[in-house]
Every structure is written in structure tokens, then in C-alpha cells.
């Protein structure tokens, strides 16, 4: 067969690719030794009891209200505190509002916490953002919601003004009939 033909470079090709799955094995073996050696780990949900994770993952047990209300206080809190029982409150109000679940609604709000030197208080964010999605008669993205109420923020608006703004905004979603910005 001639080297320069079609058929002998997809030989050729073929035996380059052979080789490169037979080296690319070869370096997983030893790995695959030592792996049987090892207990296999055990896959456990998280629990935290307080707020000294970043972010809630989507394995943590964490009550989301009560590690967001610890982050906000900068301390553990009892399960009863009434910051607590406030969260819970405006999560179980914003639920049926927004697609997220309540554990990203925690970590959402958390993050336009640290991105804000004077941000309102977990619940009052909360609230103000379900004020907005609640009357569209559709759920929204609390997400989406965050970094327009972010970039409000920034333009100089206040915490009420932003969420006038976007409840201007967001009407138009109810009715169907545009309006002015």
C-alpha cells in the first residue's frame, strides 16, 4: 500500500488513533489500583447548623432562612429567633413567585449582600422582590430580579425607587400592554 494514498493514510490514522487509547489507559491503571484500596467514600448530605458556609449547595440540609438570617447577623442562630421566623415567612411568600427553590433565593440574596455595602435586610430584599414578581401572575427569576435591582442600585436609586422601578417594569408582564420607563 502506498503511504501517500488515501486508504494507507486511514491506516495510518487508525493506528495513531489505536495507540493514543492504549497510552491513555495505560495512565489510568495505577489510579484504578489505588482506588481499590481505598474505602469507597461515603456520599452524605451536608448539615450546618449556622452560616459559615458561603453558599447553600444543593446537597446542604440547611434551613435556608436560618443560615441567611446567621449570615446577616454574622453569628449562629437558634432555630426560634424571630430574624428567623421572618426569613421563613418572606421565603414561603416568595416561593410560589419565583423558579428558583428557597435555598437559591438564600444564596442570591446573600450575594446581593456582599455585593452592596448598604443592602436592605435579607427579609425586606425578599419581600420587595415578591412585591414585584407576585402581580405578573407568573413565576420569575428572582436571580434575574437581583442583578436588575443591583444595577439600580448602582445608577443611584434607593432601595424603594429601585423596586418602583421594577414594578413599573414588571407590570407590563400582567397586562400585556407596554409601559413607559
Known amino acids: ?3 501517500g494514498s488515501a486508504a494507507g493514510r486511514g491506516v495510518h490514522l487508525g493506528s495513531a488513533a489505536l495507540v493514543l487509547v492504549v497510552l491513555a489507559a495505560c495512565g489510568d491503571e ?8 481505598e474505602p469507597p467514600a461515603a456520599i452524605v448530605a451536608r448539615r450546618d447548623d449556622g452560616a459559615r458556609s458561603d453558599w447553600l449547595t444543593p446537597d446542604d440540609r440547611t434551613d435556608p432562612a436560618r443560615w441567611l438570617a446567621a449570615r446577616a447577623a454574622g453569628r ?6 424571630a430574624a428567623v421566623a421572618s426569613l ?4 414561603v411568600r416568595a416561593r410560589p413567585h ?7 433565593i438564600a444564596n442570591r440574596t446573600a450575594q446581593v449582600a456582599g455585593m452592596m455595602a448598604n443592602a436592605p435586610a435579607p427579609d425586606t430584599l425578599i419581600a420587595g422582590l415578591t412585591t414585584v414578581a407576585a402581580p405578573t401572575g407568573r413565576r420569575q427569576l428572582y436571580g434575574s430580579l437581583c442583578q436588575q435591582y443591583l444595577t439600580l442600585r448602582a445608577g443611584g436609586a434607593d432601595h424603594d425607587a429601585a423596586l418602583d422601578r421594577l414594578r413599573m417594569s414588571y407590570a ?9 420607563r
Open 1 to 3: 500500500m502506498n503511504p
Open 88 to 91: 421563613q415567612a418572606a421565603l
Open 172 to 180: 407590563a408582564q400582567a397586562t400585556g400592554v407596554p409601559v413607559a
Open 30 to 37: 495505577p489510579a484504578r489500583e489505588e482506588a481499590r484500596d
Open 98 to 104: 419565583f423558579i428558583e427553590d428557597p435555598r437559591m
Open 76 to 81: 449562629t442562630l437558634p432555630p426560634g429567633d
